[in-house]
């Protein structure tokens, strides 16, 4: 089965730029109808969807994120990436990807997770 | 946006005792409601997709219910490896949003 595992530095200066890369074994991220979303939950707290992308390249991103957010994805290494721009201690929080089997649909499986602290 | 509201917050239960867990959403989502359950340092699990639907390998132990904008989760008969944070999700509407979490917490 599908399995997603998120990578990148765990140490991001402020204003600097976040970059996570998530990468997909088990099935093929070009596999039509699959959508690739980034979710992170900071400390403590709740969740929170950041966006999604298909293979195609096609995204959407929440709104309160998304001046800041781009999802890029690499069919041939089946990979997709998140690019948080300007980051503040705000942003630190774990972050994962995860899997929609459509686009109306929950979010299963997801990654391990991978922790990304905003500090000088 | 649509705001999921969980209650209570934390939820103190024995063993072997049955427990109820509420989702609230802002609006109508239909029957379009998960429920996660998330242990320390885990990623969040599905065990509940179309409200009461479980998911692949979740024990019967765990039903769900609910639709329009009342939800709850109830686990019967609670083992040790239950007491975790539970999280409910709607995919009716964009953004997706998640409530804040009920703690389950042995008593």
């Known amino acids: 089965q599908v399995q997603l595992q998120e990578s990148g530095p765990g140490l991001v200066k402020p204003s600097q730029t976040l970059s996570l890369m998530c990468t997909v074994s088990?099935?093929?991220?070009?596999?039509?109808?699959?959508?690739w979303s980034w979710i992170r939950q900071h400390p403590g707290k709740g969740l929170e969807w950041i966006g999604y992308?298909?293979?195609?390249?096609?995204?959407y991103y929440n709104p309160s994120l998304k001046s800041r957010v781009t999802i890029s994805v690499d069919t041939s290494q089946n990979q997709f990436s998140l690019n948080l721009s300007s980051v503040t201690a705000a942003d630190t929080a774990v972050y994962y990807c995860?899997?929609?089997?459509?686009?109306?649909?929950?979010?299963?499986?997801w990654g391990q997770g991978t922790l990304v602290t905003v500090s000088s | 946006e649509i705001v999921m509201t969980q209650s209570p917050a934390t939820l103190s239960v024995s063993p072997g005792e049955s427990a109820t867990l509420s989702c609230r959403a802002s609006?109508?989502?239909?029957?379009?409601l998960a429920w996660y359950q998330q242990k320390p340092g885990q990623a969040p699990r599905l065990l509940i997709y179309?409200?009461?639907t479980r998911a692949t390998g979740i024990p019967a132990r765990f039903s769900g219910g609910g639709s329009g904008t009342e939800f709850t989760l109830t686990i019967s008969s609670l083992q040790s490896e239950d007491f975790a944070v539970y999280y409910c999700?709607?995919?009716?509407?964009?953004?997706?949003?998640f409530g804040q979490g009920t703690k389950l917490e042995i008593k």
């Open positions: 995860a899997l929609q089997l459509w686009l109306g649909s929950w979010f299963d499986p």
């Open positions: 992308i298909y293979y195609s390249g096609s995204t």
């Open positions: 999700q709607q995919y009716n509407n964009w953004p997706r949003t």
């Open positions: 179309g409200a009461s």
């Open positions: 609006q109508s989502v239909g029957s379009n």
């Open positions: 088990g099935g093929s991220i070009s596999r039509g109808g699959y959508y």
